[in-house]
């Protein structure tokens, strides 16, 4: 089977899925750790040719938390990293707005896929995947009309949050982390 005609596209959530995450929010570069093998998921990704997005709600600047020149080495040293390993990421979509602000962009709205997708010129489909570690990730999947899975690497309780989400998508798959997920998709194993 070829993986391009059952994948059009894959998105990340950032913050527990490309990289560890703090409920206290990563507010600088040296916060900034990959989970490990996530770096070379998304190269396998791109070595399949497989378009790959990141949707990130980034609200710890609406909330004065960091400045946007320390959000830029952040979001600067995650991409190098990509690279380094062989990854490419064909768009970026961040919502900087905090979770009162009435925006269309923020998760569990379903606003950064949508512009992911039109940005890469991929339609939204049961083929694209969004790969996040919230109930808010699948809950923006759903809206948006993508496919989702859940990985466990985020800082929530991974166990709560999938039971959660069975309730919107009772087939969602929940992976060990990006890689494993990754190894799943490419091997057709969700679908």
């Excluded at 995650?78 to 707005?97: D, K, P, R, T």
């Amino acid at each position: 089977m070829n993986v391009e005609t059952r994948i059009d596209a894959v998105l990340l959530d950032r913050d527990g899925v490309i990289n560890f995450d703090s409920p206290d929010y990563i507010l600088t570069p040296e916060q900034w750790q990959p989970v490990p093998e996530s770096l070379q998921a998304i190269a396998r990704l791109t070595a399949a040719a497989i378009p790959v997005a990141i949707c990130s709600n980034q609200s710890a600047l609406a909330r004065g938390m960091m400045t946007m020149a320390t959000f830029e080495q952040i979001h600067g040293k995650m991409m190098l990293m990509i690279e380094e390993m062989g990854g490419s990421i064909a768009h970026v979509a961040y919502c900087f707005h905090g979770p009162d602000e009435g925006c269309e962009c923020r998760k569990p709205l379903p606003g950064l896929l949508i512009d992911s997708l039109a940005a890469i010129d991929v339609a939204p489909s049961e083929r694209v995947w969004m790969i996040g570690d919230s109930l808010r990730d699948v809950k923006a999947a759903k809206a948006a009309g993508v496919s989702a899975m859940l990985v466990q690497t985020g800082y929530g309780d991974a166990a709560a949050i999938h039971q959660a989400s069975m309730q919107l998508l009772p087939d969602i798959v929940l992976a060990d982390d990006l890689s494993g997920a990754v190894a799943m998709l490419l091997e057709g194993k969700c679908y």
